[in-house]
């Protein structure tokens, strides 16, 4: 048997094409792994009504991490329009089949690296070297959310505050909350990973980009538990920002940072903006990551006008590769990676199309592997 069980999920769209880039890659480095396909995305959607299907859970379980390429999401709605005719009007709700890994599995932790490799013409400056921690299983993200508004929830409004009674006379159809869920042990984890991470790698400090003028209570939770925690690290400074301000500093001045952590929705968005700065969410890798289990995935879509045309940057998906050789503690591997990365964008002869190039995905994916 093999040393690792990797689930392959490549989902739908380019998440296909880059998995294929991967493969190539994996085998070239002769990881010792059995690949193990199990479905998710839209056209199990569409088919089942199950964008992760029960047997995919199961797979997952039973392997050492997984690997996932990507997935068309859309709104309720659209998303129910889609579903196959004998499945339409049967209580059918889309929920993004990513999200529900994140928690099912319990993989608090979204590490999401940003890296300017030198030589990338996509870059916004040199020297960039952003590592965002999202965490990933509560905020806006708990999926918890009501419409029509039901009665219990409408009168924890009402009596929230005099000034809540303007909630009173709102229909229920013409109101919808999203609640903003963050507990102490989720606040706790996540900055610890943080933390840990900067001592680990020898950044001097942690940024933690919340909000709480506004967001008294959950950004305020979030603050409390960061500075208890700085406590340990003597060594760390921690710098406290309010994520409006801080896109604006990350736009002005990308270099003075380094290790980023924040709640899990803020994080959804500084994470793209971080990727922006280093060419772009072709370069953008993620890794979700629990206390015994993982999934790796490049942080871009599926890009379904794309799919199939091996066009798409792979540079994300094998430096989510990278992450998961690291997390396997395959720390040997990971680095030749990383480094076969690097010479391809230096040397700047294969490109794809958003470096300005004319590459194939898989163009890259053997442009890399003649470096390894
Ligand atoms: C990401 C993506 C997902 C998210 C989507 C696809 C549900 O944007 O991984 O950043 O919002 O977390
Ligand atoms: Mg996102």
Known sequence: MAKYQIAWIPGDGIGV?????????LDALKLDAEYVPADIGWEFWCKEGE????????????????????????PK??????????????????????????????LYTNLRPCKAFPGNPLNYKEDIDLVVFRENTEGLYSGVEFHPLPDEVRSALVDFSPAMSRFDSIPASEIAV??????KTGAERIVRQAFEYARKFGYPTVTLVE?????????????????EIAVDYADIELWETNIDAQMMWLLKNPTDYGVLVTSNM???????????????????????????FAVFEPTHGSAPKYAGQYKVNPTAMLLAVKLMLDW?????????????????????????????????????ANAIVAQL
Do not use: H, W
């Open 17 to 25: 094409d880059v998995m294929d880039a991967a493969r190539i890659v």
């Open 51 to 74: 964008a992760l299907p029960e047997r995919t859970v199961k797979i997952l379980r039973e392997c050492t991490c997984g690997l996932f390429g990507a997935i068309t999401s859309k």
């Open 77 to 106: 709605d659209e998303a129910a329009k889609e579903l196959a005719p004998e499945l339409q009007d049967k209580g059918f709700s889309y929920r993004s089949p990513i999200v529900r890994l994140r928690q099912i599995f319990d």
């Open 178 to 183: 999203s609640l903003r869920v963050i507990t």
């Open 211 to 227: 909000k709480p003028n506004v967001l008294r209570e959950t950004s305020g939770l979030m603050t409390r538990q960061a500075r």
């Open 266 to 292: 803020f994080g959804d968005i500084l994470s793209d903006l971080a990727a922006q700065l280093v060419g772009g969410l072709g370069f953008a890798s993620s890794g979700n990551i629990g206390d015994s």
């Open 328 to 364: 396997l503690g395959e720390s040997g591997m990971a680095e030749n990676l990383e480094q076969a990365i690097r010479k391809v964008i230096a040397a700047g002869e294969i490109r794809t199309y958003d470096m300005g190039g004319s590459n194939s995905t898989l163009d890259v």
